[in-house]
């Protein structure tokens, strides 16, 4: 079953506007994490922000976590069209030790020059 | 140069013919995992390890199993491969069990079964 649900599945902007996509789970969690994957590449991890911080911020990508909606965002700022990607939220539910990670089914982001 | 390697990159094959991927990190990670990557399903996590000859499953084993007799390596084997096996597998480790680290992803592996 899918623990993290991205929205929106595809987002379209132009460079220099802001970009935010969600992730909303559905079980607690212990911490949650945004990857980036470039068309049909390997994942690379952007932030994780634990499940009793609220806000995280990293160079142009801010993140937001509410555990009492159990949702995330991420925030980026200024895009470039080199941010033109997919991005996934990743989760560790409670009771599975840390051992399992649920992805989402990713929000594609397009960023136009 | 940190990383995972995946071997083979692109692979064709025939329905019920065994197949191994294989997946080998060199950052003495204790932690790695297979995970499979469908059109509207985002990644699936296949099976995933601890660290030596400790292994479970993931959200989607069936159909695959995995050993890891090294800590380096952890192949992913498909006994009798059937086109919904069709997919885009990667690899990935982290130097303890998530989500506390980073996971760091191979670069994919695409699968064809006809």
């Known amino acids: 079953s899918q623990q993290g649900e991205e929205d929106p599945q595809a987002l379209s902007i132009q460079e220099g506007e802001n970009a935010t996509m969600n992730c909303s789970y559905k079980?607690?969690?212990?911490?949650l994490q945004w990857y980036r994957q470039n068309s049909g590449r390997g994942l690379v991890h952007l932030i994780l922000i634990r499940s009793n911080e609220r806000e995280k911020h990293s160079g142009r990508l801010r993140v937001t976590l509410d555990t009492s909606k159990k949702s995330s965002s991420l925030l980026i700022t200024a895009s470039r069209a080199a941010d033109t990607a997919s991005y996934f939220c990743a989760t560790d539910p409670w009771g599975t030790g840390g051992f399992k990670t649920i992805f989402g089914a990713g929000t594609r982001l397009f960023v136009k020059a | 140069e940190a990383q995972v390697t995946q071997n083979p990159r692109y692979l064709i094959t025939v329905t019920g013919k065994k197949l191994t991927v294989t997946c080998s990190q060199n950052?003495?990670?204790?932690?790695m995992s297979w995970y499979r990557q469908d059109p509207g399903l985002g990644l699936r996590q296949i099976y995933y390890?601890?660290?030596?000859?400790?292994?479970d499953k993931g959200d989607v084993p069936e159909g695959y199993k995995v050993s890891r007799k090294e800590k380096r390596n952890f192949p992913l084997i498909l006994e009798s491969p059937s086109p919904n096996q069709t997919s885009l597998y990667f690899c990935a480790s982290s130097l303890q069990a998530p989500p506390q680290e980073t996971q760091y992803f191979g670069p994919g592996t695409r699968l064809l079964v006809l």
């Open positions: 390890s601890m660290n030596v000859e400790v292994t």
């Open positions: 079980t607690s969690i212990n911490n």
């Open positions: 950052m003495n990670h204790e932690y």
